[in-house]
Nanobody, 115 residues
């Protein structure tokens, strides 16, 4: 059973930074493509950034230049560095792991950006 546990969320002022972590267990982490998604109240869950097992990255347009996704396979962890945060970035941030037909989600971590 794969488990994903996010951490690092919290309350930050606009213009500030946060670094989210997602620790995986119960699997061979390095084979998975990993992603961060977010969901604001009353809205759908949207892609933030993804990093493939080979280290290639992709970002939603509104996050380019502000957010950075990275992974440490030795620590079974994927990160999301978020800079220049805006109130619109307020959401629950979820970690996702994908390998072949297998898809796993974490429980999410709340990020709140005050104006």
């Amino acid at each position: 059973q794969v488990q994903l546990v996010e951490s690092g969320g919290g309350l930050v002022q606009a213009g500030g930074s946060l670094k989210l972590s997602c620790a995986a267990s119960g699997t061979i982490f390095s084979r998975y493509d990993m992603g961060w998604y977010r969901q604001a109240p009353g809205k759908q869950r949207d892609l933030v950034a993804v990093i493939t097992s080979g280290g290639n990255t992709n970002y939603a347009d509104s996050m380019k230049g502000r957010f950075t996704i990275s992974r440490d396979n030795a620590k079974n962890t994927v990160y999301l560095q978020m800079n220049s945060l805006k109130p619109d970035d307020t959401a629950v941030y979820f970690c996702k792991a994908v390998w072949r037909q297998y898809v796993y989600w974490g429980q999410g971590t709340q990020v709140t950006v005050s104006s």
